[in-house]
């Protein structure tokens, strides 16, 4: 039987397929949020902006690579019959918010649907906690945040930074030294060896991961939020570029 590959909607194709990949149109907005959906207190109003931003989300905003990966993500909710509650919170201190304890993405106003930068930034730690149950590490009590806290944090960052091209834009260490943030940039570029490729194992981050996870720690204003853990390795990330490396001719140009 001739292999075959999942292009990035999970259909098999053949593995001589050539010329990169045709995304075929998303699907409904309105059953793709309920595939994942299962309580909600917003308004009508407020689910269609829900669903515009969770359909910005999937087309990658026109960016390919990025519609590849973030459907991955998606596919793994909605496949596994993964749900979650969507509400409006005017405590929250941000625009957006998930609590995996609870399963619970949170969005301040209106305004905050306006962001699908953001929601790709929760809706990973929605995929760690699925993968990993980060339950145990995010959420901080009267007592403090838990060790490991940092961890998902970086780990978080590190996958939004893989996934853009602008070393500019890198967001894991915005507010560091100039001289921390091009070492940081020259070790993402070295990985992604000028965006042609993504990591897929540890050995592919050159022995500096817990390097930067420790400059992350007193550089991105994580010093007081539990103790990072050496031996907590990103397997979420991992296993999200592990499976696209899987598809077609997933580094085409974009």
Known sequence: MEPTYEDCDGIAVPQDTIGGIVLPPLSNPTDTLN??????????????????????????????????IHKQLYRHMASNNLKFDFMMNSNNLVPQSYNPVTSTFSFLNDDSFNYPNIFEHEFFHAFQDMFIATDTYAIATSEGYPDGYTNIEFETAVFTDLLKTNTVEYGAFMNADEELREDYSGWLNLIKDNNKKYPTTFDDFQGRYNFFLKKFQ?????????????????????????????????????
């Open 35 to 68: 595939k994942i959906m299962r309580n909600t207190n917003l308004s009508e109003a407020q689910l269609a902006k829900l669903r515009t931003m969770l359909s910005r989300f999937l087309s990658g905003d026109g960016n390919e690579r990025w519609a590849c």
């Open 218 to 254: 007193f550089n991105s204003g994580y010093a007081d939020k539990g103790q990072i853990l050496l031996n907590m390795k990103p397997v979420s990330l991992l296993e999200v570029f592990f499976n696209f490396s899987m598809q077609i001719n997933p580094m085409k140009p974009s």
